[in-house]
């Protein structure tokens, strides 16, 4: 359940099965030289399995109930999730394991999704760096932890930009159009503020209700304005939560990761992982 995490929780969880899974990933490659799926890549599906299990009800809630406390500890915790993916997909011998595998008689026995995830397990390695000399490998590793830092500032800024921004309507003519679902969700928002009318935000529900419903064309005008320039230096919030930097940032960071890996830019890596 949601409501069993704590923030003080997801730290020290997050820690111990990232521990749990590179002790899986070394005690199954040091058990064998003859790999297969049974006795390597399904333990290691099922460890990152429970990994993600755990993180993705955290990245949520990050999303959706944000709070001091849960946003240290959801940063906390990226630097430590991009270094276990680059030191995992940046192994060398557990891309020669896989390589065994591919290039085994029992290949041709697995059916058509375990074919799948070990050929796209054999790209990653490659679009992790694995091929790459040393120095090059820690520059691919301080690319991928900064990227992640801020992704999560441009999330978080988006976040506050989002929720900063509200309009209190005092006549309920003023929202003509808007079904009653919307109206008593506005109505609600006010009321969570301790105020008296109807409260549209820039949360996606009334947003979308006021753009699709609402009669008044400058109450539509005013909405998608603000909507529409979050954490950016244009609209309402100019220059607050601004993202700007942050986004020039991360272009040039992926273009430099690109040309590390041999593309020419990020659309091309970008794309190594979506074409058909």
Not at 17 to 25: K, T
Not at 167 to 181: M, R, T, V, W, Y
Not at 245 to 253: D, F, K, V
Request: net charge negative; proline share 3%; charged share 25%.
């Amino acid at each position: 359940l949601f409501s069993q995490i704590k923030p003080e929780h997801i730290e020290p969880a997050i820690t111990q099965l990232l521990d749990e899974a590179r002790a899986i990933v070394n005690q199954h490659l040091q058990a064998t030289t003859y790999y297969t799926w049974k006795n390597l890549v399904e333990p290691l599906e099922n460890a990152e399995d429970r990994l993600n299990k755990a993180w993705s009800p955290v990245s949520h809630m990050n999303s959706v109930v944000n709070s001091d406390e849960l946003r240290e500890a959801y940063n906390a915790c990226l630097p430590k999730l991009s270094a276990y993916s680059t030191e995992m997909g940046q192994n060398e011998q557990l891309f020669n394991a896989f390589q065994v595998i591919a290039k085994s008689d029992d290949f041709a026995t697995l059916d058509i999704a375990q074919k799948k995830i070990i050929n796209n397990a054999l790209r990653d390695f490659k679009l992790s760096g694995v091929d790459l000399d040393s120095g090059k490998k820690q520059g691919y590793k301080e690319i991928s932890q900064e990227l992640s830092r801020l992704a999560s500032n441009y999330e978080e800024n988006l976040l506050d930009a989002t929720n900063a921004w509200n309009k209190l309507i005092k006549n309920e003519q003023d929202l003509a159009g808007l079904p009653d679902s919307a109206m008593a969700g506005a109505k609600q928002a006010a009321e969570s503020r301790n105020e008296e009318g109807w409260m549209i935000t820039l949360q996606f529900p009334s947003y979308q209700a006021v753009m699709t419903y609402a009669d008044d064309r400058e109450l539509r005008r005013e909405h998608y304005e603000a909507f529409s320039t979050r954490a950016s230096d244009q609209g309402p919030q100019a220059e607050h939560w601004d993202n700007s930097l942050i986004m020039e940032q991360i272009l040039a960071l992926r273009h430099e990761k690109a040309q590390l890996l041999g593309f020419n830019n990020y659309a091309e890596l970008s794309l190594a992982t979506k074409m058909a």
